[in-house]
């Protein structure tokens, strides 16, 4: 996304798909590429989980754990 959508923002909200890894990977990628914004205008962020109705399928594997989103917004 361009920076220039997100450059005087207030706050950010990204969201990962717990039944998909490679979101949360992505997630990374994303707190790094707003961290410059986040230093310069002290915006509020916050990581949302997305698909929680899942985690209880039998089908679904390689959930993404809590544990996990909360050490990285730590």
């Known amino acids: 996304m361009a920076p220039m959508y997100y450059k005087t923002a207030a706050a ?3 969201c990962y798909d717990v039944s998909n890894p490679y979101s949360f990977e992505a997630v ?3 707190i790094d590429e707003l961290q410059p914004i986040i230093a ?3 915006i509020v962020l916050a990581i949302a989980a ?3 109705d899942l985690a209880d399928e039998p089908t679904t594997s ?3 754990s809590p544990q996990k989103a909360q050490e990285l917004a730590a």
């Open 28 to 30: 990374k990628d994303w």
């Open 12 to 14: 950010a909200i990204i």
């Open 50 to 52: 997305t698909k929680n």
């Open 62 to 64: 390689g959930l993404v």
């Open 40 to 42: 310069a205008n002290n």
